[in-house]
Every structure is written in C-alpha cells, then in structure tokens.
C-alpha cells in the first residue's frame, strides 16, 4: 500500500480570465482509493481531465510508476496506464458490449480483413470477468443493458484499455453514482474492490459525501481550485468535510446585500408538487414580488431541469405551477415569455443572445412591440432605447449597431439583462448570471437584480457559486438527487451560512 | 430563521429509488422503440405483399414476381451504399449524378456506335473506378475543407451529371457489345441475372457491415463522432470510405442502367436518388445516424418496389406515383425520428 502509483505536483490550470486550479499536488498509491470531494467549480472535474490528458495543466508536473508522465490526449494517457470513466456514458448504445470494449482495437480480432466475432466475444468475457462481470453477455447490445450494468461494461473497457501492465493502473471515475440506485451503488463498489485488490488504483468523484467517505482510503477536498484538505478513511466525517469544502466568506457588500428588498406578501409565482420523470419530483416553492429565491444544489440535483419547466423549455410530467393565481401551461419559452416569465440562459452565447445582430438589435428582441410603428420595426426607436439602456447600464460598446459577438462576456451578460428589464416580466429565471464575468461586471449584475427587485420582479436565481446564491437571494430551496431538501429564508441580517446549505446539498 | 426539512432521510431514500426507478424507465422505453423501428418495416413488407396480393389483380403471380425482382435490382446497390452514408449520418444527393455518368462512360468504353473502342469488361471496370473516384474526391471534399456532406454531393453530382454530358457530347452511345444484351435478358432459375448481381452486392454490403471493423465504426461515428475521435479511430479515413463506397455502387447501377437500357445517356439515373433514400428511410436506417443496417434497407427497397409496381398494376397516374413517394418518406421520418424536446433542426 504505501509505494505510490500516480504523483502531481503544483498542478495549476489557467483560462483566458479565470483560474480554475493552482497549486494542487496529488498523490494515489497503488490499491487505493482516492476520493476528490469539492462543490461544482472546485476544480475535482479539471483536475481529472489533466490528469487523462484530455486537457493540459498551465503548470506543475506529473509522475506515473515513477516515470514523468505527459500525454498529448486520452489515448495516450490510455497507454501510460491512466484512463477515466466520464460522467456522461461514452459507450456506443448501437454496438454489442465486445464491440465496445475493444472499439478501435480490433485488429487483433482480424483476419483477411474480417472479424472473428466469437474470438472477440470470448476476449470479451474474459474482461468483464477479470472485474467479477461475469453474468454480462458480450455479444448483447449496449441498448439493452440496464444503466448500472452500462457503467460497470464502461469500468470493464476501460480497465481493459488501460492494461494491467506492471504495477497496476490509475482508474478516473466522475461521478459514477449519480444515476444509479442503492443496489447498483453497492455493486459498483465491489467492482472497485474487486479493481483494487488487483493493485490497481481508483479516484473517485461524487458529489455524495458518504459515498466518498465510504469508499476512499483518503479524501482530498477542493475549494475555489485550492487544495483546501487531505483527510484520512479514520478521521473522516461529513461535517469535517463540509467545513473544509466551504472556507470562509467575502463581505456582505459586494453583494449589495444591504440593497435586498423585503419581499411583498404577494405571491407572483406558486410551484406545487413540480416533477419530470427521471430528473426532479414534489418540487414546491413560492416566490413572491421582489423576492430573489435561489436554487442551490450540485449539477444533477434537478436545479436546471426546474428552471427549463419554468421558462417553457420543458413540459412537467406531474404537478403544477401558478402565475398570479394564473395556471401555466407552457408548450415553449415564447409562451413563457408571453405570460411574464424570462429567463437569461446559462449558455449565454448560445441561448442569450443572437451574436449575429447587433446590440440594439438584442435589446429589443422580446418587446419588439415597443419599437414598431403600425408592426414595423422603427430603427430609430430600437436604436433610441438601445442608447438608453448602454447608458444605464454602462454597457462597453462602439455603439447600439455594434454585434454582440464581439462584446466581452460581462457586457454581452449586460444586454441580456437590458432585454429581459426592458420587458414588461413578472418573474426573471437567472441561470448561472454571473458565469464567466468578471469582478466588476458581476457587481453591476447584482446591482442589476436589486434594481429588478424593487421593480416588484420576482427573480429565481441559480447562482454561480454557493456564496453567490446565499448572499443575493432572499430566500433558498436547497435540493438534492431530484427532492426539495430543505427551504430557508435568507434576510438581511440573518444570512444562513454555507455549512448550513452544504449539509442538505451532500 | 425558518429552516424546513421537506423530505426526512427514509422518505427520502424511497423517493430516491422511484427518480431512479424513474430513469430506468427512460431506457426501457428507448429500448422499446429501438426494437419497434427493427420489427415494424418487416410487418409493413408482409402486410404489403398480403394486402396488394388481395387487392391488386396479378400481384400474386409468377411473372410479377419476376418484374418486381427485375425493378428491385438498381434501388438495392444503391441503396447498399447510402445505406453506410446515412448511418454516418451524413447524405448522398450524388448518386444520380454518378450513376448517370458511369453508364454514359460505360457505353463509350465497350462496343458501341460512337467509337472505335471495344474494352469489355475491363472497360466496365474502369467505368466504375471513374465513378467510384468521384465519391472520393467528394468524401475528401467533406472532411478536409468540413463542407456539409449534403452541399458537397449536391454539387459534386451536378458537377459529374455534367462530366457525363460533356462525354458524349449531346448525342448519347448505343452498346453494340453482345455481352450486354446477353446479361440484360439472362436468368438464372428464372430469376433476373442483374438481380443476381445485386444480391451479390448486398451480401459484400452485409458482410462489411457486420463482420468488419470498419462496419463497426460506421455505427460507432453515427452513433458519437467525438467518442469514436477520442476511443483512436480514424473517422476521417472511413468518412471517405463510405463516400467512395456510396460511388461505388452508384456507379455498378450506372452499368445496370447502361445494360438495361442498351444507351449511355446521363438521364438513365433520373428518379433513382428519392426512391433510394425513401427505400433507406422506410427500411429504418435513421437519417441522424447510428440505426439501421443494410438487411433493413433490403426490406426497405422491397417495400418501396411492391408500392411502386402495384400503383403501375392499378394504372395509378404516372404523375401522381412521385407524391405518393414523397409522402412515405415524409410519413417514414415522422414515425422514427427521436425527438428531443429541446433539439433544433435545421
């Protein structure tokens, strides 16, 4: 147990504006499990993907079995004894399991350029039961195999990839749990036994702290792409690690906190009972006029999906949800937006805003009633209220005619803002308002939500980080693997703490 | 500060385990369409061949069978190649194009009353190299310069369709070689020679289907480009297979169009590029990529042939066979297309 397997040292990784690692050493050794635990944003994902050389570290340096270790992509880490199991499936559904594990691989199977299937098959077998698979047909196509039974065939290919050449190999699992149910949780942890015992090694990334602590031998915890934590299997526990994964705070007034309005009694928007099969159910919450409710929980807690049945984009499959007393029906966003609800999407270039036309253009694009003259477009009114709202919100342009393409993030995320205020909306949906902005336009942006809250606009909010999403808010709905956990107020001067959030989102 | 716990932990558990149960339920269903969209055009064909044989006077007969047999040939090479075209996901609008061109070419190479040549079959065989390196030419095209495959064989078999021209300057060549009328009017076991021939194509089709590493990756590339890049295959390399592939066999239809009609004319092809993406789509080959398969396309041909040769029987207007077509690929599509709710077609 004690030679090491798999070392990093220094490992830091820098995007044009942001840092999502710096400093962070690694160390697995060999037949252990390694758990990496850290809210969405910490760096766990980063760092797994440097570490399958999927993406390249800005610096710091790696060691496998001893030797420095660098690959150009997945496939040379592949060779070098390093391979990852990705969060979404990357099995081909449309091939049979032995297809699949030996995909790219076949010339070993090969003769006169035809496949031996049952050579293929029999290899098949044999790699599925080198992890105790032994009841998976390799000739059955993936399709037809239940979701667990997918992830392990998954484990199985990659394992078999990866080789057991000397000294056993460093195995990247995210996330595998998210999915599966208790029965199938406790046979994927045989699974990585079964691996370990081979003397081959396992990181694992889940989101659920038990599981973690379960499974790990020790638990390294991330924090703002900081090594924050290197806990011990013994002296693991859940609060421990809740503490260490938060840290500490930045001030009140950075956040405008001093600005939160005192919600109306006024309910402008009901959710009761709220579910899509498979991702989220029994979601209720109300929002009243000039309330900010933040969403909190880890990406696959059901927060994005609840946010796509209230802007349009997704039909429940039970429950219902009320604006204004009004019952919604939403077969589209535009049906949406009709009855008052906007929503500034994550995916801001992609679904905020058209780069193609021009600021003005972007502005106007959901109250194009506004501008026109006799339901033609005046261009004189579209680019008159444009100049109004560059001048409001201090947006950073060449002028109303320029295209959004070419504006910084912060000042794109701006006329998204100028869109959805300058539409007559009774409930905004912010998703991730402040990703990829930088420090001064994330102050305006919050500026930007108070002002909508003193317009009496209610504002569902999925914040960037968890401070974020604490500090703006005015009340909270932390959820998790689908279930409202818990629902809390946020006022002024009694802000709950992350720890208190972390706990129900773990 | 009111804190309240919506689900205590056993509650919960059990709730859990049903959006769990939940999402299992999703794959069932996936797994169940899958299987309808296996099964269903096989029922169609039986349900065709039942009904038509009541309905149509002589559809159940000895010589019909051999006429439907005879119109199957052309449609099923072709389709063999689209086939792998459309599981990448991609299309082929140069089918007609290449075919049109090797039979004018095909026509200038063997005996006939325009020159002097006389090649044989060394001349077929270099008529279907030149068209086959078409389909390459267009394949490297796709994925060097990233041109949408539907762009480039759009212009790539207007391009050909005027090569085919340029060949025989306006004034097509009649085959003289006996060969061809020897192969356009033999049988074996009563059955069509040139049916024989496109049997013989299906099972090369089939065979690089299911027993070839490239068949395989075929599916892989329909089913995730970017896992199929990332897991070390070559998709650039078999995109441009398939494309000469495609050319391929739209070039041997060239040859059963020269050898039917005993004329080298581009015009031989017309018609043959919608029946042939109708017969792939009907069979239940997605036109997204990654389902499908040459057996379906088999079926899918004969489907579409039995319609065609039963609205010919009830002396159906000429014209109004195209929009009977047109509307089984359209009602094809809408029956086996997946749709997810949020995603954008264009």
Redesign the interface.
Known sequence: MEEVLFRARNIGKEYPGTVALSGVDLEVRAGEVVGLVGENGAGKSTLLRIISCVEQPTTGSMEMRGQPFRGR???EANQLGVGMVFQEQ?L????SVA?NIY?????GF?RL???N?GRMNAAGSRALSAIGLKDISPARKV??L??ATRQMVEIAKVLNIVGDRKGGCLILLDEPTS????A?IRRLFEEIKEITRQGSSIVFVSHRLSEVIEISDRIYVFKDGRQTALVDKANADENLLYEKMVGRSTSGEYFKVNRQTEPADQVILEVRGLGV??????VSFRVRRGEVLGICGVVGSGKEEVCAVLCG???PDTGQFFLDGTECRFSSPADALKAGILSVPKERREEGVIGTLSVAENISLSSLGAVSRRRLISGRALVGRAKDWIRTLNIKTSGPRESVETLSGGNAQKVVFARVISGENKVVILNHPTRGVDVGAKEEIYQLIREMTEKGIGVVLLGDTLEETISVSSRLVVMK?????????A?RL?K?SQL?IVRYMM | ???????PSTE??A?????????????AA??AK?RIIRLGPFLVMIFLVIVMSILVPGFFSFINLVSVLQQVATPLVLSMGLTFVLLLGSIDLSLEGVMGFTGSIVALLVLNTKNSLDLGVLGILAAVAAGTLFGLVSGLFHTRLKIPSFMVTFGMGSAITGFGILSYRGIPASIKDPMFAQVASGTFLGIPLLTWFALVVFFIAL?IER???FG??V??I???ES??R????NVDRIKVTVFAWSAFCASIAGVFGAIKLNIGEVIISSGFLFSTITAVVVGGTSLVG??GGVVQSLVGVVIVTIIQDSMILLGVNAYVQPAVQGMIVVAAVALTVARG??LIFK
Do not use: C
Not at chain 1, 92 to 95: I, T
Not at chain 1, 103 to 107: F, V
């Open positions: 992509n997945l496939l990357s081909m559904k449309n091939l297809q995909l790219g691989r076949e010339r090969r350029g035809f496949i299937w399709l037809e239940d979701f999915v599966l149910n208790d199938e099969k498979g991702y989220f159910r029994d984009d997704d039909r693997d689908g279930l409202v956990m818990a629902e809390m107020d006022p009694a709950p208190d | 500060m009111a804190t309240v716990e919506s689900n919960r558990d709730a859990l385990r049903t959006v769990a149960a939940e999402f299992s339920q999703r794959i996936e797994r899958s065979a027993y070839t590493a395989r990756h599916y892989a329909g089913e995730n896992v199929a990332a897991g070390g295959i990654g389902s709710r949020k």
